[in-house]
């Protein structure tokens, strides 16, 4: 039992820290992409108008630079909670399924990455929240956390931290069961070839990179709309200015009011986060796993 809680320790501590130094290096791409999801919602720019270089360009001119890290503190906070353990608990999770025996199916690695991905995201949506709303804030001086957490709580009080749960949850689950599932049958595909050398026991930069990157595409692909949605119920106003009542209702009305292509809004600019985050992540995460002398996925 020791040695189990220390290999789940070791796991999640290497998942959030490849997560927290992966996640300063895309987030203004995230901060794009959530100004390009809130476009044309009640007081906010049309973005989409701009297009994503007419975006950047007028977040850099209005509001500077440092625009772009808008929300970096929740962030960090975000990963170190909520993806040290979508991550971290993959392996552990997937060799309790029988996911990472050989042989195993892309849908057991699924079930896995889902059930891992729903724990972190109960754990991280408070984080998530603060976020959305720290990059959706136009204006020149960028709000802090401190001050944004107050100013959710004054209006909606703690269940105000847990706005937009349901798609949050559905989005993780979507969301990790296909990077990991997807990284962890490519990556054993790839091997097999033996164009990224033969070695079970480590894996090469080449080979992670390869499976991380491809996972990335797979994983937009199937999560946009949830994000749309996440994104569109997290940064509505509380009380009688709320919009959407849930997931569903959110779902139906963006999709009457501005088409089926619109929970695809921002699809390059997550892409290109999505790809890169994956991409960094899991090479970090292998590698620290490998120093601390645990066993790569």
Known sequence: ARELAMDLLRSCGCAGAAAVVGVTFVHPVDTVKTRLQVSGTEGARNYKALGLVGTITTVAKEEGILAFWKGIPAAWLREASYTSLRLGLYKPIATAVGASEPGAGFLPKFAAGCMAGGVGSVVGNPFDVLKTRMMAAEGATALGLGETASQVYSKGGLKAFYKGMDANILRAMVNNGTKMACYDVIKTRLRATGLFGTDKSKSSL?????????????????????????????????????????????????????????????????????APTATIQLVLYEKFTELSGGKQI
């Open 206 to 274: 080449g080979l992670v990179s390869s499976a991380a990157f491809s996972a990335g595409f797979f994983m937009t692909l199937t999560v946009a709309p949830f994000d749309m949605v996440r994104t569109r119920l997290m940064n509505q106003p509380a009380g009688a200015g709320q919009l959407y009542s849930g997931f569903a209702d959110c779902l139906v009305k963006v999709v009457r009011a501005q088409g089926v292509a619109t929970l695809w809004a921002g699809f390059v600019p997550m892409w290109s986060r999505v």
